[in-house]
């Protein structure tokens, strides 16, 4: 059963602290997104690989968020420093063209900073 | 502005009693549409991709319809366990493989 996974599951971290967030794409997928879901704004799209190669993280503020795929196995999201305004659930994604283009969601990452 | 609105934003239903959920969208060159089934406390689970309108999809309960300017969301005779948050989301020309997101049709199902 393919599945995506994040880790950790929850992360609650002080103000001005690093957080990374990890996931591991279905196999075989070639598209990965990172997400952010709050009440307010629902789903953002923050940025996206294809091939390992980032094609857009214009979601992204810049300053503090970074995102990564090492590998085609791994893929990273880092916020440095995180603030309040980052408590959010992150979710990762993951796709293929052959797949017809829809995503498979992880579990999500809750972030609480305080 | 590429935009995708669902209505409405909370549903209650009685079970057994149908009704449809409805995602209007407003892009430049819709490629594809999804529905998406998002249980609390978990990530949005994939239900149906519809590529051209006029094309309709089934599972179970649900049946999702497309037109020229919406998709709905067809629940048949629903349960308890059809409680969910229902998502939309389109992908459209120029966007590779990016998705808009709806904010989503919460729907609840009372025995």
């Known amino acids: 059963d393919a599945r995506v996974t994040q880790t950790p599951r929850h992360k609650v971290t002080e103000m001005g602290q690093e957080v990374t967030m990890r996931c591991q794409p279905i196999?075989?997928?070639?598209?990965v997104f990172w997400y952010r879901q709050t009440m307010m704004q629902g789903l953002e799209l923050l940025a996206y690989?294809?091939?390992?190669?980032?094609?857009?993280d214009s979601g992204m503020p810049k300053d503090r968020f970074s995102a990564e795929m090492p590998d085609a196995t791994l893929a990273t999201l880092k916020i440095q420093p995180s603030e309040p305004r980052d408590s959010a659930v992150y979710f990762c994604?993951?796709?293929?063209?052959?797949?017809?283009?829809?995503?498979?969601f992880g579990p999500g990452t809750r972030l609480t900073v305080t | 502005e590429d935009q995708v609105t669902q209505s409405p934003e909370a549903l209650r239903l009685q079970e057994g009693e149908s009704s449809s959920l409805n995602c209007s969208y407003t892009?430049?060159?819709?490629?594809?549409l999804f529905w998406y089934r998002q249980d609390p406390g978990k990530g949005p689970e994939f239900l149906f991709t519809?590529?051209?309108a006029g094309e309709e999809k089934e599972k179970e309960r649900l049946k999702a319809t497309l037109t020229k300017k919406e998709s709905f969301l067809h629940i048949t005779a629903p349960k308890p366990e059809d409680s969910a948050t229902y998502l939309c989301?389109?992908?459209?020309?120029?966007?590779?493989?990016?998705?808009?997101f709806g904010a989503g049709t919460r729907l609840a199902v009372h025995p």
């Open positions: 994604a993951s796709g293929s063209r052959q797949g017809g283009h829809e995503q498979y």
């Open positions: 196999l075989g997928h070639n598209t």
């Open positions: 690989f294809r091939n390992r190669a980032p094609l857009d």
């Open positions: 892009v430049s060159g819709l490629r594809g």
């Open positions: 519809l590529y051209s």
């Open positions: 989301a389109v992908w459209f020309s120029g966007g590779y493989n990016k998705l808009i």
